[in-house]
């Protein structure tokens, strides 16, 4: 039986891929249990009747002492928790690197490095920081995480419309879509998406950017496509702001009538959203940078080029002391503008987006869910 120590009142991506895991498991015969509490309206109204039930069942449960997991942030809600199993697990996401290495840690960070749970980093990329700072390295395993399955059931059903353009005939890119959350918005590059797309085709109306907000501040997004606009001397840029919350079928159905996926983040610790891009087939602009590493390349996306800086101001840095001179990529508006020109104008992105749902298949909840079994079987 497998306890996870993480609530449903909050609703946040934690939420989204715990319940996403735990699902899995049970599906599997796993005996599933998690923490009891108020479920968040946002995420009983967007949970299928079935998934609702499901977490009824698994706050029921009495937590199992063999098994029990939780995610690390600094958020006190999830610090604070405590885990008392036989097997403690934490799952580890960073979207940044440090400079310096001296021990001089924020709070998090020492207790990570520190404590005495296994570390489930969720890339490489989030596993090398650790080791960095000082953590061994047996202690840290790589668990990447899964892509929304209803893409890849809802593509495969497209795919059987004798309507849909054949390969070499690739439809033209109308739709560029980019996620963001209007409370990190500097983090997600959606300054930079916002300029490359107004300097790049200014009041076109062939094509459109298709911003879809996680965040609850649509006005600072609104706001800053207006500046932006008005630098660039365009009165009426084509860019359409998303700010209703969705459910897993209606994401999938986002990403399938989109064209291209834009994505000059500055820092990212694994990114489902970029996945989800590539399971829909999409051609994808992004920076090759932190954990999206593990399944990007220059084969199966338009890579942006970037230079590692300082970080700037963003959620982290509001809400936490970083120490030890936090790093991470600035994205290159040049290259930004070129990529955008690429995944527009390219008669290879059908290719490269084959390429990346080739890819992307490799990255299901049910392979997540294997390899942590296997992986507690060889811990206990």
């Known amino acids: 039986m497998v306890h996870f120590n993480v609530s449903f009142e909050y609703f946040n991506s934690f939420a989204d891929i715990t319940l996403s895991l735990a699902k899995t498991l049970d599906k599997m015969g796993i005996p599933v249990s998690v923490e009891p509490a108020e479920i968040a309206p946002h995420i009983a109204r967007i949970c299928t009747g079935e998934e609702n039930q499901l977490l009824a069942k698994w706050m029921e449960r009495n937590p199992s002492e063999l098994f029990q997991l939780k995610w690390s942030h600094y958020w006190k809600p999830y610090f604070l928790k ?28 020492y207790d990570v490095v520190n404590n005495s749970s296994h570390i489930l980093a969720v890339s490489q990329y989030s596993k090398n920081v650790l080791i960095a700072a000082g953590c061994s ?33 690739p439809k033209p890119i109308k739709t560029i879509l980019h996620m963001t959350n209007s409370f990190d918005l500097y983090r997600f590059g959606t300054d930079l998406a916002i300029q490359a797309f107004c ?3 200014g009041a076109r109306t062939d094509v459109e950017l298709y911003i879809k907000d996680g965040g609850k501040h649509p006005e600072i997004l609104v706001e800053m496509i207006e500046k932006t606009a008005d630098r660039a001397g365009i009165r009426y ?40 891009a590539f399971a ?26 970037s230079d590692l800086v300082p970080v700037g101001k963003c959620y982290d840095t509001q809400y936490l002391r970083i120490q ?29 987006g084959k390429k990346a749902r080739e890819t992307a298949n490799l990255f299901s909840w049910e392979t997540t869910a294997q390899k942590l079994l296997k992986l507690m079987r060889q811990l206990f």
């Open 237 to 276: 840029p084509n860019i359409q702001v998303v700010r209703q919350v969705i459910n897993k079928q209606q994401l999938a159905q986002l990403y399938l009538s989109a064209d291209a996926f834009l994505a000059p983040f500055r820092g990212e610790g694994f990114a489902i959203k970029i996945l989800d």
């Open 324 to 352: 030890n001179s936090p790093h991470w990529a600035e994205p290159k508006l040049q290259s930004v503008k070129e990529q955008l020109r690429k995944i527009v104008a390219d008669p290879g992105r059908f290719a490269v």
């Open 82 to 109: 405590e885990l008392h199993g036989h097997l403690n697990l934490e799952f580890f996401a960073i979207n940044y690197e440090f400079a310096k290495n001296d021990g001089a840690f924020d709070y998090w960070m």
């Open 280 to 305: 829909a087939g999409l051609p994808v602009a992004m920076t090759m940078y932190g954990g999206p590493t593990d399944y990007a390349n220059s084969s199966n996306c338009y890579p942006i080029e």
């Open 137 to 169: 390295s047996d202690r840290v395993s790589v668990l990447p995480l899964g892509f929304n399955p209803l893409i890849s059931e809802m593509f495969v059903s497209e795919a059987l419309d004798e309507d849909r353009p054949f390969p070499d005939r």
């Open 199 to 201: 300097e790049e085709f």
